[in-house]
């Protein structure tokens, strides 16, 4: 879809005019359409309730050919949460009427901020205009020749407006391309295809370096723990790292992907029902995938190192048992209890290895315990770390962002769950009591020397409609903020 600003209605012909309509009253103002929504109201009861939504065709003005009435309620209940809902049912009123060229007016609500306004126009159509057909034979694309004005009375915020579409155009960008890598079956997603994939997309330049531990490098400094995970799987495992590097003198901030391309737990063996939800594990890799591509578009003047930490969890003679006991690479050994804890496995031996990038913040992502989606449902990401300021700004920047994430207490007194008779740690807890924080709990075991955050989106990550980006906005978000601090 195009995105355009529209400094004067009288321009240009539009085949649709998208208007937004308080409930119950009418603008003073003296546009022409005024008399269409008198109009609307009359003859449809139209009252502009929020959901409701309709379309006037053929209104024979000079320039607009149909009108698009959105409701949004009541004028002093509108808040930008609410506005969220009704693009998205903009989106799918112009959706359902293919219209092509559509003037969008939004300076009659109270809320102002165009930029703002324009952004998520912008990021949410992209969001719902989403399909993942490349598997399938017939592809029934909605076209995406629709142009889009945004009506922009002043044309000395032309500037600031252009900025927004901008941003939000790389923004749903990153976000588009970590859905299609996430929605991409396991039997072609492996750690090598996604490995393909980051190559083709970012290129290296002298900002951006992408490199990989392989198999050979990973059995030679010890990360065996990564290496149990595998085991099974004729995949190469690979941790593949981005390094975005725009400012020297600062220390990294580092952001950590699971990518587990498929969990079938191991000997502990999933159930069969839903199982194929498992190829989304990778998620936490692909949200990185995407945060990289953006930072790296929007060229923020920070350094970032992205790390995919790619494997499979498989089932064969050569498996990890539950009962084997393995010397990760911080030299610490973990008892393996439950061969379906293998996130936390690959993830400890990463945040140990990343400790030669002396870290200033890290930050890991992964579709980790069953559990973050009984305790906070569909749409609530999980934030558990060992550092205040670190949790404010991610929570700030999710609030920024309209994204949800709540912080879960790391407390230790659930330490004891992971005692172990003959190793240092068990990999999990026996009692089945939260789970999301006993793994954070493993986790943090191996990140005492930095300042650090794991964010659990094992509820988030995917929907019914499959990838949904998440947690993509909150970290951009969060990283444009310690950017703009400096
Ligand atoms: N990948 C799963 C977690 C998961 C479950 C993500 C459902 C998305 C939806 C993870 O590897 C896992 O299996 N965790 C176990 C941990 C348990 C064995 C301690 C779980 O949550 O059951
Ligand atoms: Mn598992
Ligand atoms: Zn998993």
Redesign the pocket.
């Known amino acids: 879809m195009k995105y355009n600003i529209e400094n004067n209605i009288n321009n240009n012909k539009y085949e649709c005019l998208l208007l937004n309509i308080y409930q119950n009253i009418i603008d003073n103002n003296n546009f022409f359409y005024n008399k269409y929504i008198l109009k609307a109201k009359k003859k449809y009861n139209y009252k502009g309730k929020i959901n409701e939504n309709i379309i006037i065709n053929n209104i024979n003005n000079n320039n607009i050919d149909n009108l698009i009435l959105i409701g949004c309620g009541k004028k002093e209940k509108l808040n930008k949460k609410i506005f969220l809902n009704i693009i998205k049912n903009s989106f799918y009123m112009i959706k359902k009427n293919n219209y092509k060229n559509i003037l969008i007016i939004f300076n009659n609500l109270n809320i102002k901020n165009n930029y703002w306004k324009t952004f998520n126009y912008i990021n949410t159509f992209e969001y719902y205009n989403y399909n993942f057909n490349k598997f399938k034979t017939k592809k029934y694309n909605l076209k995406n020749n629709k142009n889009i004005y945004f009506y922009i009375n002043k044309k000395k915020e032309n500037n600031n407006i252009n900025l927004a579409i901008n941003n939000a155009k790389i923004i749903s960008l990153g976000i588009k391309k970590s859905r299609d890598l996430c929605n991409t079956p396991p039997n072609i997603c492996n750690s090598k295809y996604i490995y393909k994939i980051i190559k083709k997309n970012i290129k290296n330049n002298n900002n951006i370096k992408i490199s990989y531990l392989n198999k050979k490098k990973m059995k030679e400094i010890g990360m065996n723990a990564y290496l149990s995970v595998n085991k099974s799987s004729s995949n190469e495992p690979l941790a593949i790292i981005i390094n975005y590097n725009k400012n020297n003198k600062e220390k990294p901030i580092i952001l950590i992907g699971?990518g587990?391309t498929f969990?079938t737990?191991g000997i502990?063996i999933?159930p069969s029902n839903?199982m194929w939800?498992?190829k989304?594990?990778m998620?936490g890799a692909s949200s990185v995938y995407g945060i990289l591509y953006i930072i790296s578009k929007l060229k923020l003047n920070i350094n970032v190192i992205g790390i995919l930490a790619c494997a499979e969890?498989m089932i064969d003679k050569n498996s990890t048992r539950p009962g084997d006991v393995i010397k990760t690479l911080s030299k610490k050994t973990v008892e393996i209890?439950?061969?379906?804890?293998?996130?936390?496995l690959i993830l400890c031996d990463i945040l140990s290895y990343i400790n030669k990038f002396n870290p200033y913040y890290v930050i890991d992502i992964?579709?980790?315990?069953?559990?973050?989606?009984i305790s906070l449902g569909p749409k609530i990401n999980a934030l558990l770390t060992n550092n205040k300021k670190l949790s404010k700004k991610i929570i700030s920047a999710s609030k920024e962002s309209m994204n949800n994430i709540w912080e879960l207490p790391l407390f230790n007194e659930y330490n004891k769950y992971l005692k172990s008779n003959i190793a240092d740690i068990k990999?999990?807890?026996e009692t089945p009591y939260a789970?999301t924080i006993?793994?954070a709990c493993f986790l943090s075991y191996f990140t005492k020397k930095y300042k650090w955050a794991h964010i659990d989106i094992?509820?988030t990550?995917?929907n019914k409609n499959g990838s949904t980006g998440q947690p993509i906005c909150i970290i951009v978000q969060f990283l444009i903020n310690l950017f703009n601090k400096k």
Do not use: Q
Request: hydrophobic share 30%; aromatic share 6%; charged share 25%.
């Open positions: 699971k587990i969990d737990g502990s999933k839903k939800d498992m989304y594990d998620s969890n209890i439950n061969t379906d804890a293998e996130g936390r992964a579709t980790l315990t069953g559990a973050c989606l990999n999990c807890s789970g006993t793994a094992a509820g990550a995917y």
